[in-house]
């Protein structure tokens, strides 16, 4: 959809679309006016027989939804797909704030033309900021599926997601919602949204998702931005890319997390599978692992630690983060260990994807999970942060990873999806066939043995979609 009405003329952004009984989609999105007010528009297919949907006509009474008293013009966007309650009215969500709380305001329609904005608000969360690209969808407590947008009961968690613009990151939390005021509490207040946990711990933003009827799942869009200059950008002539789609389902096992998982469908691209068992990585050493030009991978592995090492290394009071402890340099008793991929020969540039273990000084281990940009690249105009956060691993858990390599991108998903971290990296030297894949381990102490199956990944061939008229 172009930008050609008074309603969007500074802009058609986010918007989410809600598929009817009767199979039909209606379409809502903010435009920004052309006095920059963010308001509410409503579009829908020109062609409902179309497999793409690809031409939209915008509803003649545009804008449906203009910010009520008390929201600032600025403060009004992104609305979700609708959900249906029990009284047959579709209920929608739009970020806004008040101040510095983030805010999810609450509509009910019958017909997308007409709103009723409810008393109470879904969720605020003090000191965020405001709240883009909400998203609100349920979980299943038993089921190993995705749930229609529409679906609530005992078996059922809500998930409100929001993305903070004060600082760029994708931030969920799990609760209950309560239909009758439209309200959601979180189960856990100190994991609240956006202060708690994020979707990805690296470049990932404006994530939203949508439940796919035909495979029942719940599917993750988000996007990557860039990490180099914008004179960089001017120059390669394009910015951004969306992520490899993932699966989200409820985390059974600790309650307050979801499961990221790439689609399946990315497995159709897997080409000749590599196979490694059991492989020593003794404590400060790197070893090569021969899978040809590593670009283009999916790495499946897993690390067990020589369980010696892990009881007699002794605790330490001092506090560990993967962006402030120094990255894969500093060396611990029990980390780091892990993966270097698109790394050269010399290892002049590399990318570490890897565990760190922190026994605490009352014994508990804390497990980290990190990406270290800091020697991806040689180029001196691009991020070198170093990403990462805790991850839960329980009892009899193997530390398991999965790493999606796409030539400047690095998707990794450690046990299980729990804890997910996508780097946009800029490699001079490894790239094509001088990138090669490395374990390591810089532990001081501990020795470990890593077991994976890696495979060569083709690249998707994306046509156009064959339209009737021209293949007749």
Known sequence: MVADQWYDK?????????????GKVVMLYTGSTTENVQVQNLAYPADHSDPLLINWVKYSGNPVLVPPPGILDKDFRDPTTAWLTSEGKWRITIGSKINKTGIA???????????????????????????????????????????????????VKHVVKASLDDDRHDYYSIGTYHEKNGTWIPDEPKIDVGIGLRYDYGIYYAAKTFYDQNKNRRVLWGWIGESDSEAADMQKGW????????????????????????????????LKSYEFNQVKVQAGSVVPLDVGPATQLDIIAEFEIDN??????????????????????????????????????????????????????DGKLKTFFCNDQSRS??????????????????????????????????????????????????????????AKLFLFNNATEASVSASLRIWQMNSAFIRPYPNDKESQ
């Open 377 to 434: 690249s040689v180029a001196s105009d691009v991020n070198k942060q170093i990403y990462g956060n805790l991850v839960p691993v329980l009892e009899g858990e193997k530390l398991s990873l999965r790493v999606l390599v796409d030539h400047s991108i690095v998707e990794s998903f450690a046990q299980g999806g729990r804890t997910v971290i996508t780097s946009r990296v800029y490699p001079t030297k490894a790239i094509y066939g001088a």
């Open 105 to 155: 305001l609450v509509y009910d329609t019958k017909d997308f033309i007409n709103y009723e904005l409810l008393d109470g608000i879904l969720h605020a969360v003090p000191g965020t900021g405001m709240w883009e690209c909400v998203d609100f969808f349920p979980v299943s407590k038993t089921e190993e599926n995705g749930l229609d947008t529409s679906v609530n009961g005992p078996s």
């Open 239 to 270: 910015a951004s890319v969306q992520s490899i789609p993932r699966t989200i389902l409820f985390d059974k096992k600790t309650g307050t997390h979801l499961l990221q998982w790439p689609v399946e469908e990315i497995e159709s691209l897997r």
């Open 308 to 361: 010696e090492a892990l009881e007699k290394t002794t605790g330490s009071n001092v506090t560990f983060s993967c962006s402030s402890s120094g990255g894969t340099v500093e060396r611990g008793a029990l980390g780091p260990l892990g993966l270097l991929v698109l790394a050269d020969d010399s290892l002049s540039e590399q990318t570490p994807v890897y565990f760190y273990i922190a026994k605490g000084s």
């Open 10 to 22: 500074n802009g058609v952004w986010t918007g989410s679309a809600t598929i009817l009984p009767d």
